[in-house]
């Protein structure tokens, strides 16, 4: 008899279905995976040494290129390790403004990784209704930030400005009307909480329709039910975070164990699965988008009756106001040291993590005292997750592995940093 | 019509003087030049057909998913597949260094012409038909199996991984299929007594219009037979074959410019070939739907049955689309156990419902 031998693929780098630059070496028999060994690497941007050599600062913007898909998440992470290091208070405002915010991005994550899941099973419309839905998002980001994606916009000691009055409004073009702009800008017509408010009105509704194409389609449920089951212990055994624990079942969210900012006053529920496989976390991260609109309902009920400053005053980390800097001595030095050396945090090491989209984001950092950390570590949950590939795809098909990278919602921005 | 054409042919000839120098070549050939004359005439729309099929395809799915699909190219995108035909043309052809050249490169042949030749003994209207041979239905199984071997030699003569899994996929796929496929044609056989196109379609002529057509006693095959040409032609939701987020781009990985136009043709020529056979067998080919309905019946007699033929095929052209826009892809052991497991067990024990059926007199059709 002829001896048969394991088939060894390359998946990736290059790969329609790699989510960025995984490469992936698999052993194959015939359609079954024997072993996956992912290799990582590819998109280091040594974004922990690049923060030693910047000051706390400057390091923000390189918050948002980590995981590129729930920028304002990282940031949060890492201004409140500052703030934590440097003992700054954020006042309330700021606070709500970050959970909103934090709020935001998740659902922006989430409908990301909805479109490309469906995607790499082979729904092709949700990628477009999704797209869709989080334009108005991002057009929310670029309201607050400028930037509609990498937005820098929390700041040591609160957010960088308060929410706008007003939103930009389309400009009637070549391929949309006067007629059509109107009812684009419908919207758009008060402040950016009226436009949010709109929104999460209106989003359920979407959310009903993603679930109207996949939650009850008999081939979705073939290729998602049963597939990369992992259990309650394995799943804490191998670190896993974020939606990917809650799909096995254990209630883990640092939202709820160890509220930070103001999430002790928001009502919202954790959603956990029950079978710990690609369907139960497919549900899983729709209940939590859910959630999320929930979230930022109370947000913006709250942000509206309560005006307030959204920058700490303590003039050692947080930069004066304007007119203030015009007309002060005192505060022109502040801004000005602020802006050139940077502020100093006192010696010692903090941990602070947030429940980000994919999981726990933690940033660690050690301070000597001076402008710049002395080092910094970023625990990402992707890395946790993708560690535990060949665990989840042994003994499958290769489209299951397709389906199982779409589930554990990678972004190498963050595993490789 | 051979001879009228013949006579037309000459008196234009004739009138401009070279019908005395001509005319000695083409009375003796002039069969074969009709012939040819005919597959031009077929071919040449089914060409058209596949390139705005693609358009139409995109501007379908560009509906579904809220985008306005091409528009760029001409107005509402009317030349885009123009645009596309001439880049495929123009791009460098790629042969793999380790690959075996001829079967890489006769492989897109291999898999276009069976999708073209099966078009032969297709009717599109009483008579309109290239050649009206009595096992009309058994060249066309004919047909449609040899496609196969275009996917197995290109997925093999590209010596590329994601190119032979494809292609292995796609072999057993199709294989699985066509015997499902087979089993439904077997019932229109029984029903229609007749191997011919054109006898199965006046088969279902009766004084009911749609009532007549073998859709109503063989509903389960006109669905099973539908699904195994979604399967057959590897579209979505079966296009394992071309599995994007798996393979890349299955069988044809490594294939550019026209060798990949070519495998398109072919793949849009065989869903057009599967709605024209869906529509010939099970939705009453050329005739009017609503024959013998009062006064619609009469108003729409006139109607040429080229025109409901077409009607027909569009609408499942359509549906080929809408699956695309709206169903997840099956996995591998999946579309086998549908295959093995669902469609050959009830098209068997159709076979046989429909064989006893015809025996008694509640056979209506």
Same mark, same amino acid.
């Given at each position: 008899?002829?001896?048969? /031998?394991?088939?060894?693929?390359?998946?990736?780098?290059?790969?329609?279905?790699? *989510?960025? %630059?995984?490469?992936?070496?698999?052993?194959?028999?015939?359609?079954?995976? !024997?072993r996956a060994d992912p290799h990582i690497g590819l998109l280091h941007r040594a974004t922990e040494k690049l923060a030693e050599h910047k000051t706390f600062l400057q390091a923000v913007p390189y918050m948002d290129r980590l995981d590129y898909v729930s920028m304002m998440l990282n940031e949060h992470a890492y201004v409140m390790a500052v703030e934590k290091l440097a003992g700054i208070d954020v006042p309330i405002r700021a606070q709500y403004i970050r959970v909103m915010f934090d709020e935001i991005t998740r659902v922006l994550n989430h409908l990301l990784w909805l479109g490309?899941?469906?995607?790499?099973?082979?729904?092709?419309?949700?990628?477009?209704?999704?797209?869709?839905?989080?334009?108005?998002?991002? @057009?929310?980001?670029e309201a607050v930030s400028g930037a509609r994606m990498h937005a820098a916009y929390y700041r040591p000691g609160g957010v960088y400005r308060d929410l706008p009055d007003s939103m930009p409004q389309y400009q009637a073009s070549k391929i949309h009307n006067a007629a059509a702009v109107k009812k684009m800008n419908e919207s758009r017509q008060g402040s950016l909480l009226d436009y949010m408010e709109d929104f999460t009105n209106r989003f359920p509704k979407c959310v009903d329709e993603y679930e109207t194409l996949l939650t009850d389609n008999r081939i979705w449920k073939q290729r998602t039910v049963g597939i990369g089951v992992v259990s309650p212990e394995r799943a804490m055994a191998l670190g896993f975070t974020g939606p990917m624990l809650r799909g096995s079942g254990v209630v883990w969210d640092l939202r709820k164990k160890q509220p930070?900012?103001?999430?002790?006053?928001?009502?919202?529920?954790?959603?956990?699965? %029950?079978?710990? @496989?690609?369907? @139960?976390?497919?549900?899983?991260?729709?209940?939590?988008?859910?959630?999320?609109?929930?979230?930022?309902?109370?947000?913006?009920?709250?942000?509206?009756?309560?005006?307030?400053?959204?920058?700490?005053?303590?003039? /050692?980390?947080?930069?004066?106001?304007?007119?203030?800097?015009?007309?002060?001595?005192?505060?022109?030095?502040?801004?000005?040291?602020?802006?050139?050396?940077?502020? *100093?945090?006192?010696?010692? !090491?903090?941990?602070?993590?947030?429940?980000?989209?994919?999981?726990?984001?933690?940033?660690?950092?050690?301070?000597?005292?001076?402008?710049?950390?002395y080092r910094m570590k970023i625990r990402a949950a992707g890395f946790a997750h993708l560690s535990s590939l060949d665990e989840m795809v042994r003994g499958h098909m290769l489209a299951d592995l397709v389906a199982i990278i779409g589930t554990q919602d990678i972004v190498f921005g963050e595993i490789d940093r | 019509m051979e001879a009228q054409a013949l006579q037309l042919v000459q008196s234009v000839l004739a009138y401009i003087g070279l019908w005395d120098l001509l005319g000695g070549f083409i009375v003796p050939a002039w069969h074969t030049i009709w012939t040819v004359l005919k597959i031009i005439a077929i071919i040449v729309p089914i060409m058209l057909g596949v390139a705005y099929y693609t358009l139409a395809e995109r501007k379908v799915l560009g509906f579904m998913q809220v985008r306005p699909g091409p528009n760029r190219v001409g107005y509402w995108g009317l030349l885009q597949p123009i645009a596309d035909g001439l880049k495929l043309l123009l791009k460098e052809v790629i042969i793999p260094t380790n690959s075996n050249k001829f079967l890489f490169l006769i492989a897109p042949v291999l898999s276009l012409a069976p999708a073209l030749a099966a078009w032969a003994v297709i009717p599109f209207d009483d008579g309109l038909i290239l050649a009206d041979v009595n096992a009309g239905l058994l060249y066309l199984l004919a047909m449609t199996s040899l496609g196969v071997y275009g996917v197995i030699i290109a997925g093999w003569a590209s010596n590329s991984k994601y190119a032979f899994l494809g292609a292995l996929r796609s072999a057993a796929q199709i294989v699985s299929y066509e015997l499902a496929m087979g089993f439904a044609l077997v019932c229109v056989l029984l029903a229609a007594q007749s191997m011919n196109f054109g006898e199965i379609v006046r088969g279902q002529q009766g004084g009911y219009g749609m009532f007549g057509w073998y859709f109503i006693p063989l509903f389960p095959m006109f669905v099973v037979y539908f699904i195994a040409g979604v399967a057959e032609t590897n579209r979505a939701p079966f296009d394992l074959a071309e599995d994007e987020a798996a393979i890349v781009a299955g069988f044809h990985t490594e294939y550019s410019g026209m060798g990949f136009a070519l495998f398109f043709l072919a793949e849009y020529a065989n869903m057009i070939l599967i709605t024209a056979l869906t529509v010939v067998m099970f939705m009453g080919g050329w005739l009017n739907p609503f024959?013998?309905?009062?006064?619609?019946?009469?108003?729409?007699?006139?109607?040429?049955?080229? +025109?409901?033929?077409?009607?027909?095929?569009?609408? +499942?052209?359509?549906? +080929?689309?809408?699956?695309?826009?709206? +169903?997840?892809?099956?996995?591998?052991?999946?579309?086998?156990?549908?295959?093995?497991?669902?469609?050959?067990?009830?098209?068997?024990?159709?076979?046989?419902?429909?064989?006893?059926?015809?025996?008694?007199?509640?056979?209506?059709?």
């Open positions: 008899m002829a001896e048969i /031998k394991n088939y060894t693929m390359n998946f990736g780098p290059q790969h329609p279905a790699a *989510h960025g %630059v995984l490469r992936l070496v698999l052993e194959l028999d015939g359609e079954v995976i !024997e490309a899941s469906a995607l790499d099973i082979g729904a092709m419309s949700p990628m477009f209704y999704t797209f869709r839905d989080r334009e108005e998002l991002l @057009d929310a980001y930070y900012e103001v999430y002790d006053r928001i009502d919202f529920d954790i959603p956990v699965g %029950v079978e710990g @496989d690609c369907y @139960d976390r497919y549900l899983v991260r729709i209940e939590e988008m859910r959630q999320s609109n929930r979230i930022i309902k109370q947000c913006i009920d709250w942000l509206r009756k309560n005006p307030g400053p959204v920058m700490s005053d303590n003039l /050692k980390y947080a930069p004066p106001g304007r007119e203030s800097m015009k007309q002060n001595m005192e505060e022109l030095i502040h801004h000005f040291k602020l802006f050139s050396e940077g502020f *100093h945090v006192p010696a010692g !090491e903090v941990y602070s993590a947030v429940e980000h989209a994919k999981g726990e984001f933690g940033i660690y950092m050690v301070s000597d005292g001076a402008n710049k950390p | 024959h013998g309905w009062g006064v619609l019946g009469e108003l729409t007699d006139n109607v040429p049955g080229l +025109f409901w033929m077409l009607g027909k095929m569009f609408v +499942f052209m359509y549906l +080929f689309l809408w699956f695309r826009a709206t +169903f997840p892809r099956y996995r591998y052991d999946q579309l086998m156990r549908l295959g093995w497991k669902v469609f050959i067990p009830l098209t068997l024990v159709w076979v046989v419902v429909v064989a006893t059926w015809m025996q008694t007199p509640y056979w209506l059709w």
